[in-house]
């Protein structure tokens, strides 16, 4: 195989705003697996919060070349554990090349990625569409330029109930809350009810992610289910969200690629917890490849593609909230 990079600069539609980062255009890093005949493809976006810069990720990926580009790939999984070990700094890194390692085999076996782990994709769930902190009025026109029937509202300001009770007056979809760290206890524990009755479906992430005494006040009185997000980043983490939140939301980039999502959702729902898996602002290279997770999931995130003007690739595609997957095997995904 031959390793190679594509850095783009994804321009927003909108200015996207949450309770702490706000910006414009998203840097990018696409991965790419080549034999010749097949290329693979994975993505990892920049990201500010964790440190992950794309040069970053490009010297960890340069450094372990040699033993990438002499890989016998045959299997993902053990791909992921040979070049774990030099990429525990940068899981972002990993993703990128875990994605582009399994979209690799999947075409090397002539399949798409779901039916060479063994899924069907008749059931699964619809992606929600995101509408990020602004001024209500900016929200709603949010909502009104694309119609959708579920949307994830970004809060964390000091109106977010208000927020909420505007939003609702113009649409039936359903809500989902995403509060970013930013409410304490008794916050999430008092909104829960009002915004249950506006017909909101969960809240995600409503503490700071260390704070567990105030989770477990929030899992036992809250009138809605709470799924884990800055508080559940690695494998490691999902034990430690059992009985403070009602489910997990798995961010690719954050953990290190598929495989180990496809771990964390499984021990997710062996501990009864619904599953999630969320997106960053990226490409249809990285949509495509959360795309054939959909079979395991309860919720999805997956609407990074929609939210920027230059996509500069292919793969995955929607029809009000329904996935449609690419024709092409592996994860469908191929630069344009």
């Excluded at 040699?66 to 053990?78: G, M, V």
Aim: charged share 25%; with cysteine; aromatic share 10%.
């Amino acid at each position: 195989m031959q390793l190679f990079f594509h850095r783009f600069d994804l321009r927003l539609r909108h200015t996207f705003t949450i309770a702490h980062d706000s910006r414009d255009v998203q840097p990018t890093l696409v991965v790419e697996l080549r034999d010749g005949t097949i290329s693979g493809f994975g993505e990892a976006t920049s990201n500010k919060y964790y440190g992950i810069t794309i040069e970053g990720m490009v010297e960890a990926l340069e450094n372990i070349r040699e033993r990438i580009e002499s890989y016998d790939l045959q299997s993902p999984e053990a791909f992921w554990a040979s070049v774990h070990p030099f990429l525990l700094n940068n899981p972002f890194a990993q993703c990128a090349l875990d994605e582009a390692a399994n979209d690799f085999w999947a075409k090397k076996k002539h399949q798409k990625l779901y039916e060479a782990w063994g899924l069907s994709a008749e059931n699964i769930p619809m992606t929600n569409y995101t509408i990020g902190i602004d001024t209500v009025e900016k929200m709603v026109a949010k909502m009104k330029e694309l119609p959708w029937p579920i949307y994830k509202i970004k809060l964390g300001t000091a109106d977010d109930l208000a927020i909420i009770k505007e939003l609702r007056k113009h649409t039936d979809a359903i809500f989902r809350v995403d509060a970013n760290c930013a409410w304490t206890a008794d916050q999430a524990i008092q909104y829960s009810y009002e915004l249950k009755s506006l017909g909101v479906e969960f809240i995600e992430q409503p503490l700071k992610a260390d704070d567990w005494e105030g989770m477990k006040r929030v899992f036992d009185q809250s009138a809605l289910p709470c799924i884990a997000d800055e508080s559940c980043i690695v494998e490691a983490d999902v034990a430690k969200c059992q009985g403070y939140f009602h489910g997990v939301n798995v961010k690719l980039t954050k953990c290190g690629g598929l495989t180990p999502a496809r771990r964390m959702i499984a021990e997710a729902k062996a501990l009864g917890m619904k599953t999630m898996v969320g997106c960053m602002n990226e490409t249809s290279v990285g949509i495509s490849a959360i795309a054939h997770l959909l079979p395991l999931l309860d919720y999805v995130d997956m609407d990074g593609t929609l939210l920027i003007s230059n996509d500069p690739a292919s793969g995955v595609t929607f029809d009000y909230g329904k996935v449609i997957f690419a024709p092409e095997n592996g994860t469908g995904a191929a630069l344009l």
